[in-house]
């Protein structure tokens, strides 16, 4: 009924860019907050970055000026920018939406795919 789909993830040098992309698609009724974590093997999936609707940004220390959470309302879209890269963060980026659907209109988080980062020289 709902699907989360991400892209953008890839092999990057330490210092460079990546801009990732989640749209989220099926029978949405409404979205409402959305995020996105990662995990590197061995570690627990962490928040990076979430922005609420209305457009309130959280992120981890770790990123802090380093990455840009933005959000499209009309595509049901949710982006991260990510700059000066590090080997650090090299991990599988999640994004996650709390949305309703047009089904239960119940408010529930759904999560994508997965898009690997690996930051390496």
């Known amino acids: 009924q709902v699907q989360l789909v991400e892209s953008g993830g890839g092999l990057v040098q330490p210092g460079g860019s990546l801009r990732l992309s989640c749209a989220a698609s099926g029978r949405i009724f409404s979205i409402y907050d959305m995020g996105w974590y990662r995990q590197a093997p061995g570690k627990q999936r962490e928040l990076v970055a979430s922005i ?68 390496s020289s």
């Open 52 to 119: 609420t609707v209305g457009g309130t940004v959280t992120y981890a220390d770790s990123v802090k000026g380093r990455f840009t959470i933005s959000r499209d309302n009309a595509k049901n879209a949710v982006y991260l920018q990510m700059n000066s890269l590090k080997p650090e963060d090299t991990a599988t980026f999640y994004c996650k939406a709390r949305l309703a659907t047009i089904t239960t209109r119940i408010r529930e988080d759904y999560w994508g795919q997965g898009t690997q980062v690996t930051v």
